[in-house]
């Protein structure tokens, strides 16, 4: 899947998922999207979202695009006396909590989504609509 692209339009389609969610959900967040190697595609921050949330968003999406994993799976083997404990300390941009997701397209990480501003439940709430309409919109 070399050729994909993170078109805006793509984007925008993902990020108009995102504010529909988080509207249903009554929080606000922000998304951003990753290519395969971590480059930041795309941002945005919903209403009020919390400050926080723009990094934090950034850095999931990261983490989920170069690790080819979500971050709540990640962070299972980042925990005290797992084989990664304090992998997050020895590089800050991996996150270890939910909310970041691989994109994948025919089976292969294109990409990640990082999805802040509400509590891991909610992001990753808000994350499962997102990604629902990702795998409309490319298969």
Not at 27 to 51: E, H, W
Not at 102 to 131: C, Q
């Amino acid at each position: 899947m070399s050729d994909f692209e993170f078109t805006m339009d793509l984007c925008h389609k993902l990020a108009v998922a995102a504010e529909q969610a988080q509207k249903e959900l009554g929080v606000r967040i922000t998304m951003s999207i990753a290519d395969k190697y971590g480059a930041l595609r795309y941002c945005f921050r919903f209403g009020d979202a919390i400050l926080p949330s723009l990094e934090i968003s950034q850095n999931k999406a990261y983490t989920a695009a170069v690790l080819g994993q979500s971050t709540g799976e990640f962070g299972k083997i980042a925990q005290a006396g797992a084989s990664a404990f304090g992998i997050n300390v020895t590089f800050p941009k991996l996150v270890i909590f939910g909310g970041g997701f691989p994109l994948k397209v025919a089976g292969e990480t294109v990409g990640g989504l990082g999805i802040s501003g509400g509590s891991v439940d909610e992001d990753e709430a808000v994350a499962e609509k997102v990604l629902e309409a990702f795998r409309q919109l490319t298969n």
